[in-house]
């Protein structure tokens, strides 16, 4: 099995590949930002693709998009996001799976198994929070598109609408107008509101602890 590994953290990245192939069973590829992957991707052409999305420059949510586009191989998702609403939104997007960071080791190994044979695996713990309330979005957050939730979760870390045009190679024009329909959907009015909001769900979504 071709596995990317996409983390910008070295010692993450190293981590899952003792994880995933103790008998070097399987061939590795590894990026540490958006741009990097999407070159390795088209070379590499991996069967999986695990992503995470909190990464520099081009963001996550970004990425998942363009790596569906592309066909490059079947994305799944390991990310600190435990909300349920993050797993709902990658999972419309094109990922394969999903699988919070704080799920056991095991878990992941079997959802990468399970997404090499192209199926779907979504980690246990977030599974059952979708069953017990699949329609909870108390902010109407899946009512934005990947590029919002990506523009929401770059606002959230403190970028400018300056440098989030320049990280998803667009016109600041493009994200104003991005923002204003935001705005819209979301029930709010002003930019602050906006920020703040940004902020609430990126920590929410961060902070939720596991009950293992």
Do not use: W
Request: aromatic share 4%.
């Amino acid at each position: 099995m071709r596995i990317l590994i996409v983390d910008d953290h070295a010692v993450v990245r190293h981590g899952l590949r003792r994880l995933l192939s103790p008998a070097d069973e399987h061939v590795f590829a590894e990026a540490e930002e958006g741009r990097q992957a999407l070159a390795l991707a088209g070379e590499f052409r991996p069967h999986v693709i695990i992503l995470d999305l909190n990464l520099p420059g081009l963001g996550g949510f970004e990425l998942l998009r363009q790596l569906v586009e592309a066909r490059c191989g079947r994305v799944l998702v390991l990310s600190m996001h435990a909300a349920p609403r993050f797993a709902r939104r990658a999972m419309a997007a094109g990922a394969y799976g999903y699988v919070s960071k704080n799920a056991p080791p095991e878990e992941l190994v079997t959802a990468v198994q399970r997404v090499n044979q192209g199926a779907r695996y979504v980690d246990r713990e977030i599974a059952q929070a979708l069953a017990l309330d699949p329609d909870d979005d108390p902010q109407n957050v899946d009512s934005l598109s990947i590029r919002e939730m990506e523009i929401l979760r770059l606002l959230a870390i403190g970028s400018s609408l300056e440098q989030i045009a320049v990280e998803l190679d667009v016109s600041y024009k493009t994200i104003a107008n991005n923002c204003a329909q935001m705005k819209s959907k979301l029930g709010v009015s002003r930019t602050v509101d906006l920020l703040r909001l940004a902020i609430d769900i990126h920590a929410g979504a961060s902070a939720m602890p596991s009950e293992r």
